[in-house]
């Protein structure tokens, strides 16, 4: 599938919450061929500092040639790209990585911790649009606090899906870790598809080995290049080799990841 | 009057071994050419220097493998690759396709396993040269990196050497006392070319949890920030020794690039760089151009080397 290099122009800056920000860019050939799961590499300003492209999971593709990232302020680059004003450009590579891939005709469990909300809005979107007939889409969404995901938790419901919250300080939702709802639903669950922190995504992995659940995870590493080339974005495999999220993620089995180690 | 616009001659040698232009990609930041193909016109490079190859297949360092740093990063790979026989089979037929020269970079653990390499790189279709890294630990001498040692790495030169009839680039470290000295070794064990700098070792520490940001602690320093310290032994290489320098480090514009050809080098790579601007390669080679029209020069030879030092 072919990948973009792509000076894209920011069309809004919308802040959700004290550091989570949502980036919509004019994107048009990368948002054409992205698929949920995809991530772009996003160059953060023009200086030699950062350096680096940060990686970002494709949040919304809507069709109309606008690309939308969820992204968390967590340190100079992703501050750099809060500051974007609208008519700003922002660099991109992508669409990169492989996806999620999704049987409508089974049940399916999303579940979301954090700024790993982002790819499961695209997932549910485009199963909406491409599968008009498909199977309930249940998305279980994890925060620090109840402002991290209240937006999301609402355009996840206004979508149709059935929408469970939980917060670390009990500010909406259910108090604790969202694998909690998870688990007392997964009894209904014919395929699991995660996107947050490492602990998060091992727990629910877990869960769903134990339960015979098919379980789909999208990792997150540091990386250089986003193109296979620089071979920093190691995670261990089960099978003691390793796998690159950029290349062989950063959509996989979670059979294949080594979860404890 | 008009002058004819007549494009600058990029053309350069190395040896026998001509380039379309002196623009190459450094091993190890171009993954095998192929992961690039769909942002970078890969016929207009000079030459691409693939990641380090290997008799058998290594699996590298495990991670965090990457760190970044300012106007830099760290890395510790660990020297992961295919393995030569997958090379031949999986990678070259690519890279055969390619107009532009291809370098394979070897690497290996004892002296016999350079030779064995090269041998079996000879002769294969499409290989225009090999690039020799000898920052590689020497298994059978306790570890130590044979390009810290002039005698070592001068052994491994002549023992690629004596295995291959290719282009044998020298690719040297910079974590020496005296980087002449280890040039002049390895031009004197036969070395065509030399290559220089690899990356400088370097290590980064998360002062919460006090613990150091690479699994491997160290790694190698690569980026804008090394590339001071890359020109001036560019420069103390290219103004002792006799063969062609290929200046690497940090190389990410068309300025950096002449640089280092006015400090002596006859060609350059572009490495981290292709990370952050994949198409960091081909707008060197347009404004290499650029540069030479500019100055009025018909060639890029005749920049080459032309530092001018004093009155």
Known sequence: MPQFQEKSIVVTSERLSESYFRLVLESPRIAAQAQPGQFVMAACGSTLDPLLRRPFSIHRCLGDGTLHLLIKIVGKGTKLLADLEPGESCDLLGPLGKGFTLDPDKVSGLVGGGVGIAPLLFLVEQTNARYPQHQALHVFLGGQTGDDIRQLGQEFEQIGASVSLATDDGSLGMQGLVTQPFEEALGTLQQVFVCGPMAMMAATATLCQQANVPCQVSLESHMACGLGACLGCTVHGADGNYRHVCKHGPVLPAEEIAWIR | MDSLKVAPDLRVSIGDLSFANPVMTASGTFGYAKEFNDFVQLDRLGAVAVKGISLEPRAGNPPPRVVETPAGMLNAIGLENVGVARFISDKMPFLRGCKCRVIVNILGDSIEEYARLSEKLTGVAGIDGLEVNISCPNVKKGGVAFGTVPEMAQAVTKSVKGATDLPVIVKLSPNVSDIVAMAQAVADGGADALSLINTLIGMAIDTK????????????????????????????????????????GGIGTAEDAVEFLIAGATAIQVGTANFYNPGATEAIIDGISDYLVEQGQASVRDIIGSLKVGN
């Open chain 2, 209 to 248: 949890t006090r613990t150091p940001k690479l699994a491997n602690i160290i790694g190698g320093l690569s980026g804008p920030a090394v590339k001071p310290v890359a020109l001036r032994m560019v420069w103390q290489v290219a103004s002792n020794v006799s063969i062609p320098v290929i200046g690497i």
